[in-house]
């Protein structure tokens, strides 16, 4: 069972790691990359600790393309001016 469920647009990309990181109560990074998204995997795992997340995404923002280009928006919402 997953230490917890988590959107991937609540998680942060790292250059650095090469991957989609989300913070672990050990002090380290869950860790998951975009090609091992592409195939399907959904686990982001602590390299530190046992835990690991589900991470939740649509498979189909992955598929296809270059993967280094394909970069995950936190949302779709256009600014609204308010008078």
Known sequence: MSYDDVEIEDMEWSEELKSF????????LFQI????????????RCPSCS???TVIYNMEDFIGGDS??????????QPVDVA
């Open 51 to 53: 835990l690991y997340i």
């Open 21 to 28: 990181t989300y913070p672990c109560p050990c002090g380290d």
């Open 68 to 77: 280094n280009k394909k970069t995950v928006q936190p949302s779709n919402q």
């Open 33 to 44: 990359t975009k090609e091992e998204l592409q195939i399907g995997e959904e686990i982001a």
